[in-house]
């Protein structure tokens, strides 16, 4: 079955960097429009970033020049390069393959002195 586990959150001081990684099984990465997402305590989920079949990305105007969405089809794996980062970044980021949808659990950012 389809499944997405999301890897790389953790404790970050504002304008450093994580890489955030999502794990796809039981499908194949590259035939879909996959997307990453985010939610703050108290707000609702947002659009952070997306990459098609393709390679064409979107991002959200948050965080575009500072996020780099991409994947790697060798290992089913899609990415979040996350840079210069902001304490408003703070949230729960979700991996999710658009057709279905599925997400996955979440990994969470925090980005605090």
């Known amino acids: 079955q389809v499944q997405l586990v999301e890897s790389g959150g953790g404790l970050v001081q504002p304008g450093g960097s994580l890489r955030l990684s999502c794990a796809a099984s039981?499908?194949?990465?590259?035939?879909?429009?996959m997307s990453w997402n985010r939610q703050a305590p108290g707000k609702e989920r947002e659009f952070v970033a997306r990459i098609s079949p393709g390679g064409v990305t979107n991002y959200a105007d948050s965080v575009k020049g500072r996020f780099t969405i991409s994947t790697d089809f060798a290992t089913n794996t899609l990415y979040l390069q996350m840079n210069s980062l902001k304490p408003e970044d703070t949230a729960m980021y979700y991996c999710t393959r658009n057709y279905g949808p599925y997400w996955g659990q979440g990994t969470q950012v925090t980005v605090s002195s």
């Open positions: 039981g499908f194949t990465l590259r035939y879909f429009v």
